[in-house]
C-alpha cells in the first residue's frame, strides 16, 4: 500500500486566491512527522512546512498551513494569496518513528505530487 | 547560508560506464540520504547513512550500486555498470531540523 497518497496530478489556481492540496497518509505508528516539498522547475527540493503527529495545533509558515486531519489521516496543504511563483510541483512526504521535528530517524516515503500553476 | 552540494550537476554517459555522483552535506549534519527521481516512480530512496555508517540501502540495485560515505563531508553514489533505466535524477540530502536536498544530479545513460 501507498504510504503517502496525492490523489491531484495537477491543480491550477487564480493568481492572489487560495488553493489546497491533497495528501492522505497510511501508518500504524503512532509518531510519525508530515513534510511538505516544493519542487520548481529548476528541479530543487524546498522544504516548505512540518507536522508532527502530537502537535495539537495546525503547522503554519507564512503563506503555507497544514491541514492536519489526524483520524482521517490527511494532511493537506493549503497556500493563501497564491503568486505566480508558486507553479511549481508539490510533494508530501512523511517520517515514521519519531514526531519530533528535529529527529533524523528515519526515512521520508514521498507521494507523487501536485502540479501547481498560477495564472494571473 | 548552508546547502547541499552535489557534482556533477549534469551526466551523460554511455551504457556499461561507471558513474561517480559525489554530495557534500551540510556541516553538522549527521544523516545522508540519498533519493532517485523518475516519472515513473517518482522519489525513491536508495540508501542513508547516519555518522557516516550505511542504516538503510535496501532501496539500491546492490549488483551495481553502491554508496559509501569516506567522512562526514562526502557521499558518494557510484553506478557500475550504468544502464539505460538508471537515467534519473539523483538528489542527495542531509538531515538537520528537517531534510535539506541538494540541486541534484541529472544522469542520461545511452
Known amino acids: 500500500a501507498q504510504k503517502i497518497t496525492q490523489t491531484q496530478p495537477g491543480m491550477f489556481v487564480q493568481e492572489k486566491e487560495a488553493v489546497t492540496l491533497d495528501c492522505t497518509y497510511d501508518?500504524?505508528?503512532?509518531?510519525?512527522?508530515l513534510f511538505w516539498y516544493k519542487q520548481p522547475s529548476s528541479g530543487e527540493m524546498i522544504f516548505l512546512i512540518y507536522?508532527?503527529?502530537?502537535?495539537?495545533q495546525n503547522a503554519t509558515e507564512g503563506r503555507y498551513s497544514l491541514n492536519f486531519q489526524k483520524a482521517r489521516k490527511s494532511a493537506n496543504l493549503v497556500i493563501s494569496a497564491s503568486q505566480l511563483g508558486d507553479s511549481a510541483m508539490y510533494f508530501c512526504a512523511m517520517r515514521e518513528g519519531s514526531a519530533d521535528r528535529g529527529s533524523t530517524l528515519g526515512r521520508l516515503y514521498f507521494g507523487r505530487g501536485t502540479q501547481l500553476t498560477v495564472w494571473p | 547560508d548552508a546547502r547541499v552540494t552535489q557534482t556533477p550537476r549534469h551526466k551523460v554517459t554511455e551504457m556499461g560506464q561507471e558513474v561517480t555522483m559525489r554530495c557534500q552535506p551540510i556541516?553538522?549534519?549527521?544523516?545522508v540520504f540519498w533519493y532517485r527521481q523518475t516519472m515513473m516512480q517518482g522519489l525513491e530512496l536508495l540508501a542513508y547513512f547516519r555518522n557516516r555508517a550505511p542504516l538503510d540501502d535496501s532501496g539500491m540495485p546492490k549488483d551495481r550500486f553502491s554508496a559509501e560515505m569516506p567522512d562526514a563531508t562526502l557521499a558518494t553514489l557510484k553506478i557500475q555498470p550504468s544502464e539505460p533505466r538508471d537515467s534519473a535524477v539523483y538528489f542527495c540530502a542531509s538531515g538537520g531540523t528537517e531534510q535539506f536536498f541538494g540541486p541534484g544530479t541529472r544522469l542520461t545513460v545511452l
Open positions: 507536522q508532527g503527529s502530537y502537535d495539537q
Open positions: 501508518t500504524s505508528d503512532p509518531s510519525y512527522g
Open positions: 556541516l553538522g549534519h549527521n544523516t
